[in-house]
């Protein structure tokens, strides 16, 4: 039973619990009785062992097993009873100290959700960004879709910013040697000066030149040295692009260049006003947090935090462990803060999330990520071990819709 809760912090509490010891006996006893049911003793009929003898057999695993379950069991009543929700797996403060027809007592730390007093989340004045879709956009589109459309013709012309080269070349510095290379002179995938040293080439001519690499050029053996090459230019290709018109417009799936210009239009604006939706729910809670002071679970922040510097890491950042978690330490703060926010409103408001939501969600990302609803669900259950992840995800968007509907949405430049 739950003797005293001691508020430590705003989001730690110290729990004393008592658990009685014809409690323990009591589970101590269940547990020999499941033991009895499956243990085969020779000279006995199975189930019919006796008690004591698989006490005196077994007896310290019999009171591991009943301590795995009794201590659970009342630690979930005292949360109860101290009507707290815990943020992370609890502490123990002291060793137990457990002892036969005697009572166990429990001193824990346990981290809580802080309780966010006056919370003002209605109303909220925010500016809208208007929204339009100019012929420009639409023409950048149909660009990009004549790029992708296009073919390569093998050419005898010098190279020119677009074209495809096949070459060989040589790192004469680190004796490395690579044939048939593929690229794309001007293409953001290839250095810039590489390209520029490409440009007039034909094809069978060899080339020699040095490149000095950025301090942050992606591949960290280059980066920041100046290295030798020896290319030799196998062939050439020049893009054919088809011209815009009816017949590209049917080939991507539409009856007629007007048709697929309607469409691209009406998908840039949707762009546009998900994009402007996202800047404003995050204004509207900027705004709320501003508002309210609340402290953030160490527990969560760490969690945020590493999330957040592992995320900088893959990112190709080679600051310190210390460096990046000085940086990132006020952002994982506010994030902890913010999803605190969103989740206490969410339960106020009622919003829960259905089957129907996660099926929804699952066939959105599904068909935006090109894969089957399978294997979308397969990849959050390999990442969280479950769908709570998802469904966490889509609770906070419902927040956020909400938020947005009941803000005060002034006119804006």
């Known amino acids: 039973m739950l003797k005293t809760v001691e508020d430590i ?9 008592e658990i009685p010891p014809d409690a323990i006996e009591r589970e101590i006893k269940n547990a020999l009785n499941r033991l009895r049911a499956k243990t085969k003793i020779p000279g006995f009929r199975p189930g019919k062992a ?4 698989l006490e005196k057999r077994f007896g310290k695993e019999v009171e591991t097993e009943a301590m795995e379950r009794i201590i ?35 001193t824990l730390l346990v981290e809580v959700r802080p309780k966010i007093e006056g919370l003002n989340y209605k109303g ?20 990009r879709l004549q790029e992708e459309k296009a073919t390569y013709e093998p050419s005898e012309e010098p190279v020119k910013t677009g074209d495809l080269v096949i070459i060989d ?16 002179v001007g293409s953001e995938r290839m250095l810039k000066e590489f390209s520029e040293k490409l440009m007039g080439m034909k094809k069978g001519e ?46 991507v799936g539409f009856e007629s260049l007007d048709a697929l210009k309607e469409h691209i239009r009406k998908e840039i604006l949707k762009s546009k006003e998900d994009a402007v939706s996202k800047i404003l729910k995050a204004e509207v809670v900027k705004k709320i947090l501003d508002a309210h002071e609340f402290e953030a679970p160490e527990s969560l922040v760490n969690e945020e935090l590493q999330r957040l510097v592992d995320e900088a890491r893959a990112g190709g950042r080679t600051e310190t462990e210390d460096a990046l978690r000085q940086e990132f330490l006020p952002a994982a703060k506010r994030h902890v ?42 990849y959050y259950i390999t990442r969280d071990g479950s769908l709570d992840g998802l469904r966490h995800s889509i609770f906070e968007e419902k927040v956020l819709d909400f938020l947005l509907e009941h803000a005060e949405v002034e006119k804006g430049d």
Do not use: C, W
């Open 9 to 17: 912090s705003e989001t730690k509490k110290r729990l004393r619990i």
């Open 50 to 53: 006796p008690i004591a003898l």
């Open 72 to 106: 659970p069991e009342y630690y979930a009543n005292a949360l109860r009873e101290a009507n707290i929700t815990p943020v992370s797996n609890p502490v123990f403060e002291e060793g137990l100290d457990f002892k036969r027809n005697s009572p166990l007592n429990m």
């Open 124 to 143: 909220i004045k925010v500016k809208d960004i208007p929204v339009s879709v100019e012929d420009s956009d639409v023409e950048g589109t149909l660009k």
């Open 169 to 184: 070349y040589e790192i004469k510095e680190e004796g490395k040697k690579f044939t048939d290379q593929v690229f794309k």
């Open 206 to 251: 060899d080339k020699e030149f040095e490149i000095t690499f950025p301090e942050d050029f992606h591949v960290k053996e280059f980066a920041g040295k100046t290295l030798g090459f020896k290319v030799s230019l196998k062939d050439v290709k020049k893009v054919n692009l088809p011209p815009i018109d009816d017949e590209l417009a049917k080939d």
């Open 337 to 378: 803060r913010a999803s605190i926010l969103l989740q206490t409103i969410g339960e106020k408001e009622g919003i829960k999330v259905t089957e129907d939501d996660v099926k929804e969600k699952v066939k959105v990302l599904s068909e935006k990520l090109s894969l089957t609803p399978e294997n979308v669900m397969k």
